[in-house]
């Protein structure tokens, strides 16, 4: 029996807000930027991300060796800047004059940018993922319009608006200068540009792939947390339509400056100063390096700079880049969901059940540091639901009775667990090379779609909750 591959999204919506509290910002020229921080944020202490700039000659992989996000500077990459602001500027005057092809913009509803709305954040919402019925996604009113490079970006309406799409698309052709100077961490890469109005925003998220970030024309905001902040910051399930977003930030902003802390108590760590949190704000010809599975929120800044010489592109607008390129290791990763389960079509309900609880302990078991006892396992299972799955389900006690009332008296035989712990074993080794916390997103996601297979899609919460975290079941 084996698992269809979960697909990679690669390509993410910018998220949007319906609202921006710091219209007033002013950003500090030059190095200054990059230690702005939003206010006194409890007793967070922003992390110092390291600066490098290039050499002649030098590119960004070869200095790129490491698993950290990095700031990266370069006179060659401040040149391309200019040029490609140069070209998406000829391609608006373009536009203008004949029209052009039409592009697919999104726009929120009509509240101007000074107005505050934490709940108006568009985010990322996959349709194809199997959990769309189960937990339908909150709906804003965005709209998906076609228009001119120039309609979109000249467009008069106090509407937050951008758009997302391929380069060539606007007329910027960049792929010679990616090869030779940007140079991708592998041979497989793709680039995006990100045209956007002040307060458009991406909500907070990770990626599974490098991800080189270019800001070419005005300002943006970053928030970076690192793989590690998975432990608190409640993670959408994988079959979820925002699978690898936060459901405590939404507004990363709104969350920095509201505590929930009775659903979310352990997002509370985004406060200590050891979370590792880093805010900062990026300008014209800027790079920033964020390594896969490093959490990050976008927001577009308003400009009130005058000097960016950009005739064309209204001083408001941010245009930007993203380079996102594989990561060996985490391709490799993606075949635990490929692996064959060693189960039966031939057993009954009560025995799948059964071998799903054993197979599923010794799979954590197997890759999973601190599990080897029953305390221990039992204690993963109850992380696994508290920060995923608690707070999107609604118990039904009459059928939890049938989940796994009589599986702990089912005794499975000695040869066909020394199957399981084989299997385990050989499908989580591509995990055993990425750090701990990275292990557990994937161990996660795995048991996610092996108790959708074989229970059902509507138990994964009601199976976990009085199947998998009871310590006496593994004993």
């Given at each position: 029996m084996e698992f269809a591959m979960k697909t990679i999204w690669m390509l993410y919506l910018l998220a949007a807000t319906l609202g921006v509290t710091d219209t007033n910002l002013i950003?500090?020229?030059?190095?200054?930027?990059?230690?702005?921080?939003?206010?006194?944020?409890?007793?967070?202490?922003?992390?110092s991300l390291t600066s490098i700039h290039l050499r002649d000659g030098q590119r960004i992989q070869d200095v790129v060796v490491d698993d950290e996000p990095k700031i990266i500077h370069s006179d060659t990459i401040q040149k391309l800047v200019v040029n490609w602001r140069k070209e998406l500027s000829n391609a608006i005057e373009l536009s203008r004059n004949s029209g052009g092809d039409e592009l697919t913009g999104v726009y929120t509803r009509a509240l101007p940018h000074s107005a505050t709305h934490s709940d108006g954040v568009f985010f990322n919402h996959d349709k194809s993922l199997p959990m769309i019925d189960l937990y339908p996604s909150k709906t804003f009113e965005h709209i998906e319009v076609n228009m001119s490079l120039y309609e979109i970006?000249?467009?008069?309406?106090?509407?937050?608006?951008?758009?997302?799409?391929?380069?060539?698309?606007?007329?910027?052709?960049?792929?010679?200068?990616?090869?030779?100077t940007l140079q991708p961490k592998s041979d497989v890469w793709a680039a995006r540009g990100w045209l956007a109005s002040p307060g458009v925003k991406a909500a907070l998220h990770y990626d599974v792939f490098h991800n080189t970030l270019v800001q070419v024309h005005g300002y943006k905001r970053v928030w970076l947390l690192p793989p590690q902040a998975q432990g608190f910051l409640y993670l959408y399930p994988s079959l979820h339509p925002r699978y690898r977003q936060s459901q405590v930030c939404e507004d990363i902003k709104d969350q920095l400056s509201k505590r929930?802390?009775?659903?979310?108590?352990?997002a509370e760590a985004i406060y200590n100063k050891d979370s590792q949190l880093s805010v900062l704000t990026l300008a014209p010809g800027d790079i920033l390096y964020i390594p896969p599975f490093w959490f990050h929120a976008v927001e577009t800044l308003e400009s009130r700079s005058t000097d960016?010489?950009?005739?064309?592109?209204?001083?408001?607008l941010s245009f930007s880049i993203n380079i996102w390129s594989e990561d060996a290791h985490l391709v490799s990763a993606e075949n635990i969901f490929k692996a064959p389960i060693?189960?039966?079509?031939?057993?009954?309900?009560?025995k799948t059940r059964r071998a799903l609880i054993v197979y599923s302990g010794m799979l954590v078991q197997a890759v999973i540091p601190g599990t080897t006892s029953s305390t221990e396992l039992t204690s993963f299972f109850k992380d696994f639901l508290h920060l995923r799955l608690q707070n999107l389900n609604s118990e039904r006690e009459e059928v939890l009775s049938r989940l796994c009332a009589d599986e702990t008296d089912l005794v499975l035989d000695m040869d066909l667990k020394s199957k399981f712990i084989e299997r385990a074993t050989q499908t989580v080794k591509p995990l055993l090379e990425l750090d701990p916390a990275i292990r557990v997103v994937y161990v996660q996601d795995l048991l996610e779609e092996m108790i959708a297979h074989f229970v059902g899609l509507e138990e994964i919460h009601d199976f976990t909750k009085y199947c998998l975290c009871d310590s006496e079941v593994f004993l």
């Amino acid at each position: 029996m084996e698992f269809a591959m979960k697909t990679i999204w690669m390509l993410y919506l910018l998220a949007a807000t319906l609202g921006v509290t710091d219209t007033n910002l002013i950003l500090p020229p030059g190095w200054e930027r990059h230690s702005d921080i939003l206010g006194n944020i409890g007793s967070c202490e922003p992390a110092s991300l390291t600066s490098i700039h290039l050499r002649d000659g030098q590119r960004i992989q070869d200095v790129v060796v490491d698993d950290e996000p990095k700031i990266i500077h370069s006179d060659t990459i401040q040149k391309l800047v200019v040029n490609w602001r140069k070209e998406l500027s000829n391609a608006i005057e373009l536009s203008r004059n004949s029209g052009g092809d039409e592009l697919t913009g999104v726009y929120t509803r009509a509240l101007p940018h000074s107005a505050t709305h934490s709940d108006g954040v568009f985010f990322n919402h996959d349709k194809s993922l199997p959990m769309i019925d189960l937990y339908p996604s909150k709906t804003f009113e965005h709209i998906e319009v076609n228009m001119s490079l120039y309609e979109i970006v000249r467009s008069n309406e106090s509407f937050l608006r951008y758009w997302a799409g391929n380069l060539d698309d606007i007329g910027v052709r960049l792929e010679s200068d990616i090869l030779h100077t940007l140079q991708p961490k592998s041979d497989v890469w793709a680039a995006r540009g990100w045209l956007a109005s002040p307060g458009v925003k991406a909500a907070l998220h990770y990626d599974v792939f490098h991800n080189t970030l270019v800001q070419v024309h005005g300002y943006k905001r970053v928030w970076l947390l690192p793989p590690q902040a998975q432990g608190f910051l409640y993670l959408y399930p994988s079959l979820h339509p925002r699978y690898r977003q936060s459901q405590v930030c939404e507004d990363i902003k709104d969350q920095l400056s509201k505590r929930n802390s009775s659903k979310f108590p352990r997002a509370e760590a985004i406060y200590n100063k050891d979370s590792q949190l880093s805010v900062l704000t990026l300008a014209p010809g800027d790079i920033l390096y964020i390594p896969p599975f490093w959490f990050h929120a976008v927001e577009t800044l308003e400009s009130r700079s005058t000097d960016e010489g950009s005739a064309g592109i209204p001083l408001e607008l941010s245009f930007s880049i993203n380079i996102w390129s594989e990561d060996a290791h985490l391709v490799s990763a993606e075949n635990i969901f490929k692996a064959p389960i060693p189960f039966e079509d031939t057993w009954t309900e009560e025995k799948t059940r059964r071998a799903l609880i054993v197979y599923s302990g010794m799979l954590v078991q197997a890759v999973i540091p601190g599990t080897t006892s029953s305390t221990e396992l039992t204690s993963f299972f109850k992380d696994f639901l508290h920060l995923r799955l608690q707070n999107l389900n609604s118990e039904r006690e009459e059928v939890l009775s049938r989940l796994c009332a009589d599986e702990t008296d089912l005794v499975l035989d000695m040869d066909l667990k020394s199957k399981f712990i084989e299997r385990a074993t050989q499908t989580v080794k591509p995990l055993l090379e990425l750090d701990p916390a990275i292990r557990v997103v994937y161990v996660q996601d795995l048991l996610e779609e092996m108790i959708a297979h074989f229970v059902g899609l509507e138990e994964i919460h009601d199976f976990t909750k009085y199947c998998l975290c009871d310590s006496e079941v593994f004993l």
